[in-house]
């Protein structure tokens, strides 16, 4: 069962977790259908951000910085935090000032829940370790309900297997002993609230 959760851990990892929204929003978003020149732009920037960073932790690692990629101390947590944070920062700076492809605001705003959902999980966690694994699931139910509630699109199926997911995802943290139940709950919540309020 331990290497199930490794599986799922790494699968569903947080730096993976946005590539994963935008294919979520490819299959259910008409808008984003019908414009593949506009998803293009977008996966290739994020998958950037999935690099990026991925390489960022993996060099922090190499010198020490940190004592694993999953960051499992809350005290090697907040630079880490930040360096991802600027990245994301970065690619919404670049999205809202495109010359070269005109971003509707909805997906603007995608980006920029990211940012708020990151800088808050850098705030909290100065005081407190939250899962960052659950933010991310939060987040990505947070982008599907509001578009389904926007586009009168709902669809139990995918409502079930976004919650298969967090509650996978939330089974792996805590059983390979990264995460007490109540950082899990509060990293999900988190994750939520904070994508939920940005999008509107």
Not at 18 to 39: I, S
Not at 59 to 72: A, F, M
Not at 86 to 95: E, G, Q
């Amino acid at each position: 069962m331990t290497g199930l959760a490794k599986l799922v851990s790494g699968v569903l990892h947080p730096l993976c977790m946005p590539l994963l929204t935008w294919g979520l929003l490819l299959a259910t978003d008409g808008y984003l259908a019908h414009r593949l020149g506009l998803f293009a732009y977008l996966f290739v920037l994020l998958l950037i951000n999935t690099l990026a960073p991925a390489l960022s932790m993996f060099i922090l690692k190499k010198r020490g910085v940190i004592s694993d990629c999953d960051i499992r101390m809350r005290h090697e947590r907040p630079w880490p935090f930040l360096l991802v944070l600027a990245y994301y920062l970065m690619a919404y700076v670049l999205v809202v000032n495109s010359t070269a492809v005109e971003v509707p605001l909805f997906y603007q705003n995608v980006l920029l829940s990211l940012v708020v959902a990151i800088a808050s999980a850098w705030v909290v966690t100065w005081k407190a370790k939250i899962s960052m694994h659950m933010l991310a699931q939060g987040g990505i139910l947070a982008v599907y309900l509001h578009v389904a509630m926007m586009d009168h699109t709902w669809d139990l199926n995918w409502v079930s297997v976004l919650l298969l997911s967090a509650g996978l995802v939330g089974w792996s943290r805590l059983r390979l002993g990264a995460h007490t139940p109540a950082e899990v709950y509060s990293g999900f919540l988190l994750g939520f609230l904070t994508v939920w309020v940005t999008l509107f």
